[in-house]
């Protein structure tokens, strides 16, 4: 961390200030010029409040050096995290394919996605009980109902299941849920994150619509930092001017995030596009990337979907986007350090 | 509602949809043109989610032309809506002075400041228990703690109090509080804001921090769909590229809000640039755009305030920059129709 | 187009405008509603100029239905439009290989890295003249000079060239350059584009760094009305909130712009990302998604750069990433109507 | 300057670059931690080009302490500069009203709109002859004929005038013009600055619509840095997500610009919202936040202008304008150090 001092700051409550952070077990260097004083903290300073530091009189301003998550980074954990999810591992070197409708809305259609799927070489099943939809007035999911009818296309399929949770509220009805959902608005709903933390549960964790992936980062030290340390990643689409489609697939997360974390990266193109017809050419470019799997909505009537049915591939859509991934997985990108 | 449709679309599903749309007491009037064929759909078009049309396989893309709100809408309500706060009228033709620490920290502090922005002519006190904080790390708020001490400083000085909500399982906790705050990153936690629209009690809203105007008036009538009209709006900076202040305050928000909605709105400038130094220009430049409303965060000691510090005010440059608005007022922009 | 007008519009004036579109060849279909009247505009709306009509006392907004672009539309020229580069094909099938330093810097040096990356498979060399630096006091490019280094290197090795332009002053430099480059920051600076559509020359159009694809193609069309229809359109990052890289990649704008338009797309990685070990996953992504080229800086002694060689691959790293990309380039998504 | 290096870095090349350093008279101070060693860098580092160091074998990052900015900073030159506009002082103390139609389109237009808002209090006029356009079937001005007829304004009125350059190759046409009008699409034109740099003319520029504050800044350091320091700085509205204004326009920006530069700043509100009933809010909103000027798009019949009428005031309303912001201007801040 790097302190720039106000010029004609006060000498004596720069000693106070670096009594204080002695007591931290931080070190400071001070590096005097002609316009400006510069301290820098060498030590652990994510014990350190940034924002704390920059309120004090004699500070101009404060800047990182370090980064401020620690489970989540890879310069502390430099293996790749492996998450099992009922059984599947995802981080472990193949990509994992998660699939399923947008919105449940029948034993019927979840069921008869969940075979087909399955058989063109899915390993997890989603599928939305709670939805988040920006009107009152639109469909909002058939709740704890789409629950129970996931657990029953997982009884059929032995496909384990991931599905958002909205609330603490809601948490009862996860029990037999193998992979919980935040969804891109809760990223940083704080109290929900602590919450999962407290969970034996794989948590997917969803970028938020304009957050940054440092942002993303802390988010999953929330969840890890209260004791859960099984989090996967998932870029979803940034906010961006762009009006074509509905968010901006930002792939370039997916090395980044590697380098700067152990945990494994699943992108989400059929949310970030919105566009059923992106969902091929973004998902391979993905996978081209590295990524840890990929989640796609798939449904067996898309043009009837409840919500979102525009960006929902046919299964037979599917089961060519799984062909092409299996092609192009072995030229992929590998991170290595 | 526009539906544009394919062009070669299927002249039956086009019957299809007419009769379904119609079945909604919706009228639907053809313009055919060389290349494209769209859609008129009059009548109250709220009740057809969009989303559902643009799945459709003959549809290219919808256009809304109507507000997809209703309750939150002028159009439906043009009388300014006043909404009580402890018997503070938020809406009714003066601004109100919102002021308080960022942080409660103790009850001296608390009163305190209370004491002291009474003075200067605050009419509500606000200050945080629960602190949404982007690190795990971080200062976290007194939590129920800090309410009872915020109840202590209503005691005291007969303020109203404004408190921030972070989850529906601490909601036994703002019995005594007169306006709950929806801070920008619940804007969209559409479980909060139903559970929020079955009480009684106004209800604070911030704007999220990449969100559109029309976005946070639909979360707004997620609150009022369930029962609750008492919504006051606050717009508290947007995220742009902008580094030299944390966000860019709005100030184009208050005329706009003014007109799509009859509800009273706010400003936080303290939030929204995250710099003491630009409260004041801030505050009586939102004055002059019209504003009902200052939040301004206030500290006995902002160098040494447990979070935020970097943008409160003291409590006398509270007690100048109340005097300026009280000078500037009357020159005021109003919304007239 | 899409017309709405006021409720109680005067019906004189809605009389005017419809014998006015008439005149223009336009037909206009009335649907009126209880809340609004909606006009629909039929024919070829590129000649309306439908801020002229949002001007108009009695419209309340207008909606574009069609694109406002003929001459890049794909719509009107379904068959892909391929660019000859002094006998390189662009659009061709083929992705292009064009590499080559971000600043040219000396004849040693950009002969050296014509010769390796012409051996590696580049197709086209890219150099840097005239350099567009936020800072005045920033190096600025050997301008004159650095064009006749560059077509030295051309004649060394054969390659054609590709360097930008950033004024019309400058266009006698540029006679036996075979690619002109509009920068990012010149997209929309209307003169330039004018006069290059009057050239007989393929443009290179890099996309704003806050710029829609729409807004892309009509830069692009401004080109092509003014005769030249020798365009390729680049992608190379735009701006978001992510700190970690400079831009942001955005994939999903290859295949979106192949389907809106007919010109071949190729993408920059080192720009967009700023960091060349960003490079080779977001080239082999891009290639996967479909494009039709890319284009990296590469330079033989990157930590001595003049600018952003930051972002230079080693002529050892380009010739890798030249072998991935020929191994995963079969695998690509193809675009087809 | 911090510059921040790579864990195991080489000893030897961090020797070479601290000698580097010290030829360009910048003292390094060392701080050694345990997972990062930091240097500061003491001196004028505005001669230090960042991109180089970043791009280092060594260095992992570099942060900017100062400003790289210097004689548009105020740091250097504490007092405000005033700017003389043919006589009409900007940044005077008084804000300046610089008013007159979008797009020049008659003799009869421009001169009656010149005379009206002089009587209003107008000081500067403004008239649009080159207009950038998105799109080549718009009307792009009357271009050269349109500077002709300002000027036969600015002759019956005495008004100075100002207007837009888009290209260098158009200078000759601008000299009697008094201001020199340099876009947002252009704010980072170089070229162009470079050569009004060489002028001895007083130059507006815009700031861009996705620039800084210190991107427009760096902006007027290279006209400035050319030899003309009569630059006055304009904030007209950034793009960010709302889609209910054209732009959003950044008030504080202003009493920032006050405090990084010693420049005049001023706002166009008619441009920033491109919605007239929003003209008079933010130009009021301005003014108390400190501005030193608004320009104002004012056309006789603002239905029928050329281009942009939506935004426009009538003659009335303008005067309307005037009076109120000759009313509030007595109680707006004022920046003082």
């Not at 998902?283 to 009837?304: F, K, R, T």
Request: aromatic fraction near 4%; charged fraction near 25%.
């Amino acid at each position: 961390m790097i302190v720039i001092l106000k010029e004609n700051h006060d000498t004596e409550q720069l000693e106070n200030l670096k009594n204080w952070l002695k007591s931290l077990s931080i070190d400071v260097h001070v590096s005097t010029g002609r316009h400006q004083t510069v301290l820098g903290l060498i030590g652990d300073t994510t014990v350190v409040d940034a924002d704390l530091i920059r309120a004090l009189g004699i500070v101009e301003d404060v800047k990182l050096v370090q980064e401020p998550y620690k489970k989540a980074n890879r310069k502390f954990h430099p293996a790749d995290s492996v998450i099992d999810v009922g059984g599947v591992k995802v981080g472990g070197g193949r990509a994992v394919m998660i699939a399923g409708p947008c919105s449940i809305e029948s034993e019927e259609q979840v069921c008869g996605i969940a075979e087909s799927v399955k058989k063109s070489g899915a390993a997890i099943l989603r599928g939305g009980a709670f939805k988040p939809r920006t009107s009152p007035y639109a469909f909002q999911g058939l709740r704890g109902h789409g629950i129970e009818l996931l657990l029953e296309a997982k009884r059929l399929t032995g496909l384990p299941i991931v599905t958002e949770i909205m609330d603490l509220s809601q948490l009862d009805l996860f029990d037999n849920v193998d992979l919980l959902q935040v969804g891109a608005r809760n990223m940083q709903n704080f109290e929900l994150l602590k919450e999962l933390g407290r969970l034996k549960k794989p948590i997917l964790l969803k970028r938020g619509l304009s957050s940054t992936l440092q942002e993303l980062l802390m988010s999953a030290e929330y969840i890890m930092a209260s004791g859960n340390e099984q989090v996967i990643l998932c870029e979803r689409g940034i906010r961006t001017f762009e009006t074509a489609t509905r968010n901006t697939l930002d792939i370039s997360a997916v090395p980044l995030l590697k380098e700067l974390s152990h945990l494994p990266v699943i992108v989400d193109p059929s949310h970030a596009t919105g566009l059923s017809k992106l969902v091929k050419p973004m998902a391979v470019a993905a996978i081209a990337a590295g990524v840890d799997g990929i989640m796609v909505e798939v449904h067996n009537d898309p043009p009837h979907a409840l919500c979102d049915g525009v960006q929902s591939l046919t299964p037979e859509a599917f089961d060519s986007l799984a062909r092409e991934i299996e092609a192009i997985e072995p030229f992929a990108f590998k991170y290595t350090k």
